[in-house]
């Protein structure tokens, strides 16, 4: 999960998340990253290419789906704000070609220039998805 700290689209209930897909899913490691903090880019990147799902707030961020393996899943988090969120397809576009699964998740609360709250429920079910075709596809 991309752990954001710049000024806005931050992900308010981010420990709530990590808490319930950890409790979920017991035999996945669940972690958060934050790019631009205490790792280097180098250990960032080799963390990256680990990642199954990257979770991430709508921006710059989700850029960083060039580290994973092909065949990552991605779920991209919107926000509501004033206007409502029309996704745009740069991020969908670039999963894609990248070979990654994509997924879009509409926050419960928040916008272009303040933070989001998740929603969980939605997500954590895109990841048990994910992870019911990953055991039928072996």
């Given amino acids: 999960i991309l752990d954001r700290k710049a000024s806005s689209r931050k992900l308010n209930n ?5 808490n319930e897909l950890m409790n979920q899913f017991p035999n996945l490691v669940v972690e958060t990253i934050e790019f631009g903090g205490p ?7 080799i963390r990256m290419q680990q990642v199954k799902v990257f979770i991430a ?7 960083n789906m ?3 393996q092909p065949g990552a899943v991605v779920v991209e988090i919107g926000y509501v ?6 996704w745009p397809t740069d991020y969908w576009c670039l999963s894609r070609n990248l070979g990654h699964k994509y997924y879009a998740s509409l926050g419960l609360s928040g916008g272009q ?22 055991i039928h596809a072996l």
Wanted: hydrophobic share 40%; charged share 20%; proline share 2%.
């Fill in 66 to 68: 060039f580290l994973l």
């Fill in 39 to 45: 790792l280097s880019i180098y250990d960032a990147g």
């Fill in 113 to 134: 220039n303040s933070n989001f709250v998740v929603n969980i429920e939605e997500v954590v079910e895109i990841v048990r998805n994910e992870m019911k075709q990953q």
């Fill in 14 to 18: 981010i420990k709530k998340l990590t």
């Fill in 57 to 63: 707030p709508h921006g710059g961020g989700l850029n």
């Fill in 81 to 86: 704000g004033k206007k409502q969120f029309l």
